[in-house]
Nanobody
C-alpha cells in the first residue's frame, strides 16, 4: 500500500509556471505507475499526465501537451509535474494517483486504473 501527498500548488499568473510534487510513502514506490489528474469546478476529473513504473514511457493529455512534463525520482519517492505557460483553464485541484498492477512501460491513463489517491493541491491561474 502507498500513501500520496501532493504539494506545490498555488496562485500564479497566466504564462507562469508551477512544479507539483507527489510524495509517496512505502519502500516499493518504484513499481508504481503514477498519474496526475485534475478537477475544475463544475467539471469531471480528467487525466493530465502519467508515467510508467519504469519511467520510460509517459502520457500527456492534448490540453497540456508541450506545456507539462512528468518525471519521477524513485530515490526520493516523488513524482513531479512541471507546468509551464499556465492558462486560466488550467485552474483546478490536481491529484496524483498510484497503482502497482502495471509492469514495465505500460502507462495507465484512466481513473479506474488507479487504486491509491492523494488529497489534491489547488492550482489557480489568474488572467
Amino acid at each position: 500500500q502507498v500513501q500520496l501527498v501532493e504539494s506545490g500548488g498555488g496562485l500564479v499568473q497566466a504564462g507562469g509556471s508551477l512544479r507539483l510534487s507527489c510524495a509517496a510513502s512505502g519502500r516499493t514506490f518504484s513499481i508504481y505507475a503514477i498519474g496526475w489528474f485534475r478537477q475544475a469546478p463544475g467539471k469531471e476529473r480528467e487525466s493530465v499526465a502519467a508515467i510508467s513504473w519504469s519511467g520510460a514511457r509517459t502520457y500527456y493529455a492534448d490540453s497540456v501537451k508541450g506545456r507539462v512534463t512528468i518525471s519521477r525520482d524513485n530515490g526520493k519517492n516523488t513524482v513531479y509535474l512541471q507546468m509551464n505557460s499556465l492558462k486560466p483553464e488550467d485552474t483546478a485541484v490536481y491529484y496524483c494517483a498510484a497503482d502497482n498492477r502495471y509492469y514495465g512501460d505500460y502507462v495507465p491513463i484512466g481513473q479506474s486504473q488507479y487504486n491509491y489517491w492523494g488529497q489534491g493541491t489547488q492550482v489557480t491561474v489568474s488572467s
